[in-house]
């Protein structure tokens, strides 16, 4: 979907229109499974995780807000918290673990021709960060951690776990800021 049509698509989906948001469906839904299927490692769970997230989609739609992501972005961390919300239940009653090698959704991301972080070049970027920050968002964004979990894995306090989530956030979009300006510069 090109981006003037996916805004134009967003506007009227904001508005009820139900045609529009089969167009999104019909967009993204491919991509979203993908990351439900790997976190969730089953097919039958992974298609109920995904359309638990389009309808936090529909129902959610009025909240976003385009200055602070991407609509691709939006919509996959709603369906990443939906399948990790849905691994949890799993474990609780005795299946499935919230973390193995099948689940990471690094595997699914890097492996994606729809959301590649190398093509867009968050990987670069990730990089330039310190190494603690880079493993902090590593684990959180990639493998789907809490901090909790994270504060488990790596034995790091909470506090400490928030405080360099929280400044590994702002350097990457400071570092975006860069390169937007360079790239806007470079196109004038």
């Given at each position: 979907?090109?981006?003037?049509?996916?805004?134009?698509?967003?506007?009227?989906v904001?508005?009820?229109?139900?045609?529009?948001?089969?167009?999104?469906?019909?967009?993204?839904?491919?991509?979203?499974?993908?990351?439900?299927?790997?976190?969730?490692?089953?097919?039958?769970?992974?298609?109920?995780?995904?359309?638990?997230?389009?309808v936090?989609?529909?129902?959610?739609?009025?909240?976003?807000?385009?200055?602070?992501?991407?609509?691709?972005?939006?919509?996959?961390?709603?369906?990443?918290?939906?399948?990790?919300?849905?691994?949890?239940?799993?474990?609780?009653?005795?299946?499935?673990?919230?973390?193995?090698?099948l689940?990471?959704?690094?595997?699914?991301?890097?492996?994606?021709?729809s959301?590649?972080?190398?093509?867009?070049?968050?990987?670069?970027?990730?990089?330039?960060?310190?190494?603690?920050?880079?493993?902090?968002l590593?684990?959180?964004?990639?493998?789907?951690?809490?901090?909790?979990?994270?504060?488990?894995?790596?034995?790091?306090?909470?506090?400490?776990?928030?405080?360099?989530?929280?400044?590994?956030?702002?350097?990457?979009?400071?570092?975006?800021?860069?390169?937007?300006?360079?790239?806007?510069?470079?196109?004038?």
């Amino acid at each position: 979907m090109k981006e003037s049509e996916l805004h134009i698509a967003i506007d009227q989906v904001k508005q009820g229109d139900s045609k529009a948001f089969e167009k999104i469906y019909d967009a993204y839904s491919s991509a979203l499974f993908g990351v439900c299927l790997k976190i969730v490692n089953d097919q039958e769970q992974a298609e109920d995780v995904m359309q638990d997230a389009f309808v936090k989609i529909w129902k959610n739609i009025q909240s976003y807000e385009s200055s602070k992501g991407t609509f691709f972005t939006w919509m996959l961390n709603i369906a990443r918290n939906t399948a990790i919300d849905k691994l949890r239940q799993m474990k609780k009653r005795g299946g499935g673990s919230i973390q193995n090698e099948l689940n990471d959704v690094s595997n699914m991301v890097a492996n994606s021709e729809s959301f590649n972080t190398n093509t867009i070049g968050l990987n670069e970027l990730l990089q330039k960060l310190p190494e603690e920050h880079q493993q902090i968002l590593e684990y959180l964004y990639y493998k789907g951690y809490t901090q909790q979990e994270v504060s488990d894995e790596l034995d790091l306090p909470l506090g400490t776990v928030k405080t360099r989530s929280r400044y590994a956030l702002r350097a990457l979009k400071d570092l975006f800021i860069l390169l937007l300006l360079a790239w806007t510069l470079k196109h004038i």
